[in-house]
């Protein structure tokens, strides 16, 4: 394939979303023998889906009766997409991301803040004269005795057990922590 | 004596062979079964004749039932047709993330580089899809689309501009990076690296729990966009076989059928693994060959067809999602259909050579690398490291244009050929036409100074891509190799194309061109070059055959290529293998220690099994358990003190006859089932594990009946069995175990451990590597 061709550019049709090209195939024999044959690929500028190289390549580079074996064809590549799917992809995408995110923020700098004032506040509760309270229901150190006392007795067990799976969960990400990054044992 | 024949009865009947135990079997099943008894612990290996024997089980069963009713029938009808249905629900998960993972990678690539105004969701090729004022010298250029430079500083060229891209490039590949280890770390740590080793493993017959859970898939997703905008050499390939395996985990929960066999589990993630190739790469039957290849331990021939299935329903539904804006699947779709010539196949060759010998290097260097990270302290701060990884990458990647766009772009560029649509650095020959006199009789066109300078930086781009992967995989994100490779493979091959291009031009008067490149006929393609050395590079660093064939012309559409194809991959292959026999998935493997037994290595030495076995003659003797002798708390005792996972059941200490193999965890959950619902057990009870009670004193405890949970046909070799046979027993059976045994008397026990631990010591390597049971 060997075409010099200047004056080359890419069709846009206007209207819609759809683009079409338009190319016209023109066989040119160089040699006399039968095996052998060069084709050269011209792009035309059109203006819409029925135009065709015929009419539409100015100046023609060819003259009078070669104009029909320069343009002997026509054909269009048709191309589509479909850019509601791009938007919602995206979207859907972006929010889960900043869901993660916010879940991270809150796990990582949240949580440890919020379970040091509720340490913080105990503390104070137990040097009163809670204390007794305190041990007598068994209560681990870092837990509010009013805030565990009030949850288990009003909430429903939903809650209960959406704080079990969460620190289940919890656990098993630790130990894949443990054994990815400081043991080194999986996935080195 | 009646205990002796008692005795000679249970001995016929283990020795019987599997049809007489599996009658044992199926009374002691229709007692009621011991919830947990049956299930592996973590990092343990399953056994596979027990899960197979467990599935034909149940699918007598229900066979048996079918004529009862029609709702026995139905049931029948739903457990033939559930293993589709695993497979199809597969398939459109992966093709559906497969989607999602494409249009955000595409969109936050090229966020990089600026924004759309008019559309924010939109990447730099789909914003200037509809605009009129593309011209074709110019075709990226619209009004609606604008660098940041633009954005920020009013300008978009100049000195200033340039440097104002540079510094919000580097800022968003190192933000991208950054969330990706963040987010692996806090969320989901098994979510980095490739998958494909792990997979292999899992595949083979390895308990890893959560590898293949619903936050690794999560995280696997988002992450893995993350890390391949940032910019770093990396693909999504492995990671997208890992996300297409944990979407065919977590649908097996649905049906107990597979949920609760681990053997049938292990037949949808092979499928689901093909899956997963044919989206990464647009090929579903590369992607079935390459789960029998690469991935698949057992490969029975309805896996064959059910991935075959699960690859085509994935292929599919990413093709209705449609997200590169066009109806094709391929990724490198090349047009040209250009015959290649004979004298062509050397520089093929050589190109298959450079493969093999990269894949080896890289292969070297890369586990070296994963070594010390896995050994020194430098391994503590994964989170800095992939940041200054990114980094690098980022400051040098910007200033050449071959580095610092998208991966497959770049190998999209390079498999083109020059046609008259081409406007690239690449294709601007220096044009010989003058009007009318349209060809000379010399065939090929001389490179103008766009060429050079392009052959220049592609030089650059290439030992940047090699010296940066070494780096860049195995890091704590999602990481693949296979764009990578095809990218080093792909600037190489093009290099040489144009080489041996202008080669034909300047010389055209040689004996080799002259015979062969005909007149008038545009005679070498370093297009095809290109796709050549890709194949190469890849076949050298994976070492696969016959699916990487498949996948490059899946791929390419090039179904003229593939002699070129099969030449470089086997001689990549050979090259490769001259420096060393592993993958680089195998010898990821290896470094991590995973209990692998390798099909493809052939075991060759002469030992015996009892050089093998254990107990060696330094260790303390076999522990065993007699079949009516124990009491719970001598029982408990042994299982305590030891750390073994099964015992060998003997007749008597004197006798050492055989009786069956029971395993801890399975002895475990009984005692504590029996002491939870049964009465009247105690410390002192006796345990037997016979068919029925041995006599006991009037006042002793109720007796724990155990035989249950008891392996009646263990399989038994004897000592003088040369271990080529016992390797090749456990390869072909998935063994765990294997007892030894000599006139008939128990002597030791082979694990599958001791059998790599003796396969590493053979071949010199360290046999302490070997890590896990």
């Not at chain 2, 050089?611 to 719970?632: C, F, K, W, Y």
């Amino acid at each position: 394939m060997g075409a010099g061709g200047e004056g080359v550019c890419v069709c846009v049709c206007v209207g819609g979303e759809a683009r079409y090209e338009q190319t016209c195939l023109l066989p040119v024999l160089l040699q006399n023998s039968e095996d052998i044959r060069c084709k050269c690929i011209f792009l035309c500028h059109c203006i819409s889906l029925m135009d065709n190289c015929l009419h539409v390549v100015e100046p023609m580079p060819v003259d009078g009766k070669d104009v029909e074996a320069y343009c002997l064809r026509c054909e269009c590549k048709y191309e589509e997409r479909s850019s509601g799917t791009i938007k919602v992809t995206i979207i859907i995408y972006l929010s889960i991301l900043g869901l993660l995110l916010l879940y991270m923020v809150y796990l990582t700098l949240l949580e440890p803040m919020l379970k040091r004032r509720l340490f913080g506040h105990s503390q104070l509760i137990q040097s009163d004269d809670e204390v007794g309270v305190c041990v007598s229901l068994n209560i681990a150190p870092f837990a509010n005795a009013h805030n565990v006392l009030s949850r288990s007795h009003s909430r429903p067990n939903v809650l209960n057990k959406v704080e079990h799976a969460q620190q289940r969960w919890r656990r098993q990400v630790q130990e894949q922590r443990k054994s990815v990054f400081d043991r080194h044992v999986v996935l080195s | 004596f009646s205990a002796v024949t008692v005795v000679g009865s249970n001995y016929a009947m283990s020795n019987g062979g599997g049809a007489a135990s599996s009658s044992t079997h199926l009374l002691d099943f229709l007692e009621e079964p011991i919830p947990g008894v049956g299930t592996y612990d973590d990092f343990h290996t399953i056994d596979w004749v027990r899960e197979k024997c467990k599935d034909r089980e149940r699918h007598r069963k229900i066979n048996s039932k079918k004529k009862e009713s029609a709702w026995e029938f139905t049931k029948s009808l739903y457990d033939a047709w559930s293993g589709w249905l695993v497979v199809t629900l597969t398939g459109l998960a992966s093709g559906a993330l497969a989607g999602l993972i494409d249009i955000a990678a595409d969109w936050m690539n090229d966020l990089k580089e600026g924004v759309c105004l008019s559309a924010m969701w939109f990447n730099h090729e789909q914003c200037c899809w509809t605009s009129n004022e593309t011209t074709f010298a110019e075709r990226d250029k619209c009004p609606q689309w604008k660098s940041w430079a633009e954005l920020i500083l009013g300008q978009a060229e100049g000195p200033g501009s340039y440097i104002m891209n540079y510094f919000m490039y580097i800022y968003w590949a190192l933000s991208f990076a950054f969330l990706a280890v963040c987010l692996v770390k806090v969320f989901a740590p098994y979510a980095c690296g490739s998958g494909i080793p792990e997979i292999k493993t899992i595949l083979s017959g390895f308990i890893i729990r959560g590898y293949l859970g619903k936050w690794t898939l999560m995280i696997k997703t988002i992450t893995l966009v993350l890390a391949v905008a940032s910019g770093l050499s990396l693909g999504k390939e492995g990671p997208l076989v890992h996300v297409a395996c944990c979407c065919g985990n977590i649908f097996s929960y649905l049906f107990p059928k597979y949920s609760k066999n681990e053997a049938k589990k292990r037949e949808v993630l092979s499928a689901a693994s093909a899956a997963g190739v044919s989206v990464a790469f647009g090929a579903p039957i590369g992607g079935v060959l390459f789960s029998l290849e690469e991935v698949s331990y057992y490969f029975p021939l309805k896996t064959l067809w059910r991935s075959f299935f699960a690859a085509l329903v994935a292929a599919f539904v990413l093709r209705s999602i449609n997200p590169f804006g066009n109806s094709r699947l391929v990724l490198f779709y090349v047009e040209y259909h250009t015959p290649w010539y004979l004298f062509e196949l050397i520089p093929f060759i050589l190109l298959g050579v450079f493969g093999g010998l990269w894949g080896a290097f890289f292969i070297r260097a890369n586990i070296a690398w994963c070594r010390r990270r896995k050994s020194t302290r430098f391994g503590k701060y994964p989170v800095l490291e992939v940041i200054l990884v990114a980094a690098i990458t980022a400051v040098v990647a910007f200033p050449n244009p071959y580095t610092r766009q998208n991966t497959s772009e770049l190998i999209k560029e390079l498999f083109t050929d020059c046609g008259p649509l081409e406007s690239s650095q690449l294709c601007q020959y220096r044009s010989q036409m003058n009007g009318s006199k349209a060809f000379t009789d010399n065939p090929n066109r001389p490179a103008g100074p766009g060429v050079y300078a392009a052959m220049w930086q592609l030089c650059l781009a290439l030992i940047f891509k090699i010296i940066m992967t070494i780096f860049t995989f195995g890091l704590k994100v999602p990481s693949g190799l296979f764009i990578p490779s095809m990218a080093i493979g792909a600037i190489a091959g093009r290099i040489v194309g144009i080489a041996v291009e202008q080669l034909a031009y300047y010389h055209h008067d040689w004996f080799l061109f002259k015979e062969w490149c005909e007149v008038g006929a545009d005679c070498i393609t370093p297009g095809l070059y290109a796709m050549v050395g890709a194949a190469a590079c890849l076949g050298g660093v994976t070492r696969m055959t016959v699916s990487l064939v498949v996948i490059v012309f899946e791929l390419t559409g090039g179904l003229e290529y593939i002699v070129p194809l099969m030449a470089a991959v086997m001689t990549s292959k050979w090259v490769g293998d001259a420096f060393g026999r592993e993958g680089i998935y195998e010898a990821h493997i290896r470094l991590n220690g995973y209990p692998f037994l390798d099909a493809k290595e052939e075991f060759t030495h002469t030992t015996l099994a009892r050089e093998v076995m254990r107990p060696r003659r330094s260790d303390p003797p076999l522990a065993v358990l007699t079949q009516d002798d124990l009491t719970v708390e001598e029982l408990q005792g042994i299982i305590n003190d030891t750390s073994y996972n099964g015992f060998p059941v003997i007749v008597s200490k004197e006798s050492q006859r055989l009786v069956g193999f029971a395993l801890r965890r399975d002895i475990t959950i009984a005692i504590e089932n029996a002491r939870r619902k049964q009465e009247g057990i105690m410390l002192n009870s006796r345990v037997y594990f016979t068919q029925h009670a041995p006599t006991l004193p009037a006042d002793s405890p109720r007796p724990l009946k155990l035989r249950s949970i008891l392996d009646m046909s263990p399989f038994t070799v004897t000592d003088h069995t040369p271990m080529e046979i016992v390797v090749d027993i456990f390869r072909k059976l998935g063994l765990r175990q294997c007892l030894v045994t000599h006139n008939g008397r128990l002597l030791g026990i082979i694990t599958k451990k001791d059998i790599l631990r003796h396969m590493a010591q053979m071949a010199n390597q360290d046999p302490e590597s070997i890590m896990f049971n």
